[in-house]
Structure formats: structure tokens, C-alpha cells
């Protein structure tokens, strides 16, 4: 209830009471984002871009896309899922305010098998090969370790040709980084 007065040009004045409801306006979602593309086993960061005229917001998280929300609501506006299948996998989000507004959207993660991963890297090796970076020798070297010993071979191979001077650290590196999430991905799907 608020009070009113109403004053007119001629300085007459009348005053009386009305009710006046305020609908409350759900949050608005500007964006959702996922760091992928990930491997199996890894964890992928959600981030939600959100905002409310005038609320509060909390935020939740369904990882595996069930609508059965896993993470929150917090009021944190990033959280990490960890994903444990291949695909094209959705991740339910929502934002809530303080007055029973709801919004939903969601994001795809898409998600490779540490098989995938290697069959990629060896895509990168080849890109190495027919740039000149590696001569043939050199990459099919690198392909053998990778199919056979990822763990020692492969990685101690890129840091060797990076000691030497035939990849560049920005060439090298990237390789390793990427043989280390396979090795984990496939240390923690058998975990
Ligand atoms: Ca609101
Ligand atoms: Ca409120
Ligand atoms: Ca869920």
C-alpha cells in the first residue's frame, strides 16, 4: 500500500491510498561457454554471463544434462563438470533471483575419446611433416612412439627434438601438453 497526494495547477490538493504490485523479472542469461573440446575423464570450466534489473542471482549447474542440477546454486558464475563420456555432451544451467525467478539455457561440451586424441596428434605431426618442420623419418618416428608408448616414448622424442633445435618450444610444446591430458584421461578412466 502507498500513500497519495495529487496537487492540481489551482493548488487543490486530494490524498488517498492504492495497492500497487511489482511483477518480479526473471534473470536475463547473456551467455553460456565451456572450454572444450576436452577428453574423456577431464573436467570442462562452465561459465554463465548473467544479470537481474534489481536481484541477487545464484547459479546452477546439471553436468550431465539430466535437469537434475549437480552443482550450486552458488554464487559463483563458473563451475567445472567433470565429464566422463564422449560426445556432443549438453550441460544444463540456471539462474536463479531471490523472488523465485528461474531462467534456463544450456551449453554442448563436446567431448573426445583419448583414442580421438591420439588419432588428432598424429593429425598435428603430419601438419609438421608437410610443413618441413619434421622430415619423414623424424615424424613417422614420432607417430610409432605415439601409438606405442605415449607415456615415455612420445614425450621424451618432442623434448628431444625441442633440445635440439628441429621443433620450436610454440611447436613442441602443444604436443606434450596435449600426450599429458591423454595419458591422464586414460590414467584416470581406468582409475
Ligand atoms: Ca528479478
Ligand atoms: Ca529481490
Ligand atoms: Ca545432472
Redesign the pocket.
Known sequence: MIGLRVTDDDGLTATGTATISVT????TIIAVTNNGPIITNESTLITISAS????PISYGFDCDGNNSYEVGPQASNSAYCLITTAGSILVNVQVS?D?G?VTLDSTTVTVITPQEAIAKLQTDIQALINGGQLNKGQGNALIRNLNNGIKNGFINAVKGFINGGILTTAEGHPLVNTANRIIAAIEKGNG
Open positions: 518480479n523479472v526473471a534473470p537481474d534489473p534489481i536481484d533471483d523472488d525467478g
